[in-house]
């Protein structure tokens, strides 16, 4: 398939879609028996999460992992043969441990943690993940599918390459079954792309394993199950007495779970809402498996496959309104949506392909550009219809067609969007760590269009954090009655407003317009320090890579018990600013202040270094050394540390003085980090902003 082309485009967006809605819809049961489904909830036709008293959009390992470790392409400057080793460095840059993408349940226990453990300790990938170093069972548990499905959309017909990625991505954590399970998938995802027969796919699948392989028997058997018998509870009976958990070992192993894809991929009969049905209903590995199929399905059959459930009142998008979140080492993505994973896919595709990349609308933050898409916004206030328009885009292709009789807001989230819900993301097992995609000192925009003669009033708000974590909105100027049949309205970001946490519209008189698009522009203009009053989401605002993040008499108190720590806050927009803090070291290894932090293994860093030094630092999977000096410090004392990046230029000093002035070209954008390795340190007056 052309990978510059529209139709490439639309069915990678319905692979994303396809994966979140089977995530969404699997996670508030996964891991139950389908006799329990059956008491319980019966068939599942649609999502459950309110009969369970569980958020529908939720913090998951299985959207997380698949759309964080894809990045690693790009870290390391898109080559097609990207090594395992490799991979795993991307793992180190983005897992925090204990606290994302993965489910952190111990040494043998959990298959990724145990990978994880290996490469944290010096062992490089596959071997992290091999069965000679964790065993068979351990390496051949579900992890190796549930993350794969990014690797065979930048691939789209093209198997072999799919074949190649899938082996080398599964072989960080996983071995043996595991990765043939890992490979058929990715097979058949990467030729959907361009042919939409079930069983061209699984002929092709079966050409990629050994034939005397379980994964291989087991693709075999269920085909013949399920020629012979069309009763898709009779073939999962067959599935459970043949190849149940009681046969493999572990928690979740990839040879039950793989045969429930199959089996749901041929019962599903090329409908989207029968197959999710069924592989739910069907229980085990729900999310991860009714994801994996999803994407599949999104893939093989397009939008349209998904979309033909609205016709029977089954509107899968509508509830999720593309939204995801994807909480990292780098907090870029922490707040994201199907069409921004979905730009990502297509421009990783592009770059491996030496093509030119896809910026919608000039590459604005919000641009609605796929049919359906909606990006996150949803009726804030009032009684509202939302709903993509094709055809009136003044740059692109759709738009957002806003309509309401009376008082509307109409809103998207660009951080955590309330207090309760980062607390129960937290209880259903993995935390929403993010920080807000917009700051002070940014200009926001929004293009509007009437769809009459003229535009009602509007306006573009913002709304943050304020006093105990109470909702506070500024609005921009609003639209003029002159005529107009288009206006961009503008909103500068003030020094106050932090954290942002919600943008979006409001038509205070009722009325219609076209969101054609939102973007902002601008470096960060933003004062860091613990505000005055009882609100806790500027702490949130921070992402944590550090043993205790606490406030004392000090703003920030970091303790870090063992190698080097990070509290992270920022995105991979901010290029070109000055960090500065009032840094106390306490008693440290290394304390000072990182610069365009891309993770917690990319980034540079001025640091207070043990015994009497100084050092600027660059750090790339591996630790370089750019400039260091002698220089007295002392614990207890306070240093008034500035870092700056502009350009390739990096400078760094002390209270006014320059100390070090490099030139580096491999890392132009990212957040900021406060450092602490093995030790205490108190920061103050921290704070980011552009010298511009």
Not at 82 to 99: D, F, P, T, V
Not at 369 to 374: F, H, K, M, T
Not at 553 to 573: A, C, F, H
Not at 597 to 626: D, M, W
Request: aromatic share 10%; proline share 4%.
């Amino acid at each position: 398939m052309q990978i510059d082309s529209t139709a490439y485009r639309e069915k990678v967006y319905a692979g994303v879609l396809g994966k979140v809605i089977g995530v969404y819809l699997g996670r508030p049961f996964e891991g139950w028996h389908y006799d329990q489904i059956q008491q319980r909830l019966g068939d599942i036709n649609y999502y459950v999460h309110d009969q369970l008293n569980v958020p529908l959009i939720v913090t998951d390992d299985d959207i997380s992992g698949t759309f964080t470790f894809l990045r690693s392409i790009a870290d390391h400057h898109y080559t097609p043969s990207i090594s395992a080793r490799q991979i795993g460095e991307s793992w180190l840059n983005y897992l925090i441990e204990e606290k994302t993408i993965l489910w952190w349940g111990g040494m043998g226990n959990s298959t990724e943690h145990t990978a994880y453990l290996r490469l944290k300790s010096g062992i490089d990938a596959p071997e992290s993940g091999s069965i000679a170093r964790n065993g068979k069972v351990v390496a051949e548990q579900i992890g190796a599918q549930i993350f794969i499905d990014g690797w065979a959309m930048i691939a789209p017909g093209d198997p072999d390459r799919a074949a190649h990625f899938a082996r080398t991505a599964a072989s960080v954590s996983h071995d043996g079954e595991a990765i043939l399970g890992a490979v058929s998938l990715a097979v058949m995802e990467s030729l959907a792309f361009i042919e939409s027969s079930t069983e061209v796919l699984l002929d092709t699948a079966l050409s990629y394993l050994p034939a005397q392989s379980i994964i291989y028997q087991l693709i075999s058997d269920i085909r013949n199950w399920h020629a012979g018998e069309r009763d898709w509870r009779e073939t999962r009976k067959k599935i459970e007495v043949n190849y149940g958990y009681d046969k493999y070992g572990g928690n979740c192993h990839m040879v039950p779970n793989h045969g429930l894809i199959i089996h749901g991929l041929l019962h599903g009969q090329d409908d989207f809402s029968l197959a999710m049905k069924i592989i739910n209903t069907c229980g085990w590995d729900t999310d991860c498996n009714s994801g994996n199929l999803g994407c599949l399905l999104g893939i093989q059959h397009g939008l349209a496959g998904i979309d033909a459930g609205k016709r029977v009142d089954k509107d899968w998008r509508g509830p999720i309104a593309d939204r995801i979140y994807i909480p990292t080492a780098d907090p870029s993505w922490g707040i994201s949506d199907c069409v921004k994973e979905t730009v990502n896919i297509v421009n990783t595709a592009a770059r491996l392909n030496d093509l030119p990349i896809w910026a919608p609308k000039d590459d604005a933050q919000f641009h609605f550009d796929l049919p359906g898409s909606v990006q996150g916004f949803h009726v804030i206030e009032g009684e509202a219809v939302i709903e993509s328009q094709p055809g009136k885009s003044r740059t692109g292709q759709y738009s957002l067609k806003l309509s309401c009789k009376d008082r509307a807001a109409f809103g998207t989230p660009v951080f955590a969007p309330s207090k309760d819900i980062a607390k129960r993301f937290e209880k259903a097992g993995y935390a929403l760590l993010a920080s807000p995609l917009l700051y002070p000192g940014q200009t926001l925009s929004a293009e509007i269009i009437a769809t009459g003669n003229s535009l009602p009033t509007a306006h573009l708000y913002t709304c943050y954090y304020g006093e105990n974590d109470q909702r506070q909105t500024i609005l921009s100027n609003p639209t003029l009655a002159t005529g107009k049949t288009a206006e961009t309205l503008t909103l500068k970001i003030p020094d106050y407003a932090h954290p942002v946490y919600e943008i979006g519209i409001l038509l205070p008189q009722g009325g219609e317009i076209l969101l054609d698009r939102v973007s902002w522009t601008g470096e960060p203009s933003v004062n860091l320090d613990r505000p005055a009053h009882k609100g806790t989401m500027w702490r949130r605002s921070w992402v944590s890579a550090v043993d205790q993040f606490s406030s004392w008499s000090e703003p920030y108190r970091l303790v870090q018990n063992k190698d080097r720590g990070l509290l992270i806050q920022g995105t991979r927009e901010w290029r070109n600013y000055t960090v500065r803090a009032q840094v106390t070291p306490h008693l440290a290894a290394a304390s000072g202040l990182a610069i365009r932090v891309q993770g917690l293994n990319r980034y540079y860093a001025f640091l207070l270094t043990a015994p009497g030094e100084l050092k600027l630092i660059k750090r790339i999977h591996h630790e370089s050394c750019l400039a260091r000096l002698s220089f007295d410090w002392q614990f207890g004392n306070q240093y008034a540390l500035w870092l700056r990046c502009d350009g390739p230029n990096l400078t760094a000093g002390i209270n006014e003085q320059t100390l070090f002035e490099v030139t580096d070209h491999d890392l132009d954008a990212g957040g900021i980090g406060l450092v602490i390795e093995e030790g205490r340190c108190a920061f103050e007056a921290v704070s980011a902003k552009s010298d511009s």
